[in-house]
């Protein structure tokens, strides 16, 4: 889903846009932007929304990597026996 984190300060695609957040320091006025096709979208009142949204569908591909990573080996330490 993401080329990086956002807690990284790393761009983020989700499919033809992509969400470079504001510096982790700057100050609440300063916003994040987000591109489609090389053109700015203006983030105002969306930002903390989006933010928000790409943090929970973080841990919802970290949770289920894990998950897919402990059943593979779970599917291959029982077809051994």
Known sequence: MTEATRKDGWAVTLGPYTYIPAPAHS????????????????LQVTEPVLRDFLDAMSVLE??????????????????AE
Not at 27 to 42: D, I
Not at 65 to 70: C, D, N, P, V
């Open 27 to 42: 100050s609440a006025t300063v916003n994040g932007t987000l591109t489609k096709g090389g053109c700015p979208v203006t």
């Open 62 to 79: 970290n949770d289920l990597a894990r998950r897919w990573t402990s059943a593979t080996e779970w599917s291959a330490f029982a077809l």
